[in-house]
């Protein structure tokens, strides 16, 4: 009867440890699987950042060279626009028409870059949230399938 009751501890401590093992592999595939996820997210918030920072240059420049036209002092260019460069392309217009023209250009370009920011950022958080949900989801269901065994 000892011998007996030996046994059933034995036959119990090993289908614990195999549970325990089982659960261990568990926890290491959805580790696995958060990496992959915070990877994609820093990938593509990495992403979104560098469109956004060359975004903001292009409407820096665009800003500048709207205030140059307008006969402002622009005390600061955005990084690498050469003075030269954009006093050459003022020298180029000839007339009043020739300004309104341009004005209108830059104008046109600056609000086509504004909204293109503004959807860069709209999808940035909605990447964002999809990610933080699709992981959320993941770990619900690792936490589901742990429930069940």
Known sequence: MNQDFTQQWLTE????????????????????SG???RQLYNT????????????QQAIASLKAELHK???LEVDTLA?????????QEIEQLKSVE?????????IKERDRLLQALKTEQ?????????LTT????????????????
């Open 79 to 87: 990084p690498g626009t050469p003075v030269t460069a954009i006093q």
């Open 44 to 55: 593509e918030a990495e992403q979104r950042r560098t469109d956004a920072q060359l975004s």
């Open 122 to 130: 709209d999808n940035h958080a909605q990447t964002r949230n999809s």
């Open 98 to 106: 020739d300004l309104q023209a341009k004005l209108i250009a830059v």
């Open 13 to 32: 401590i090993q289908a614990l440890k195999e549970q325990m093992a089982g659960l261990q592999h568990d926890r290491d595939v959805a580790w696995e």
């Open 134 to 149: 699709a992981l959320g989801d993941a770990i619900d269901s690792l936490t589901r399938e742990r429930a069940g065994e």
């Open 35 to 37: 990496q992959k996820w």
């Open 69 to 71: 036209l307008q006969g």
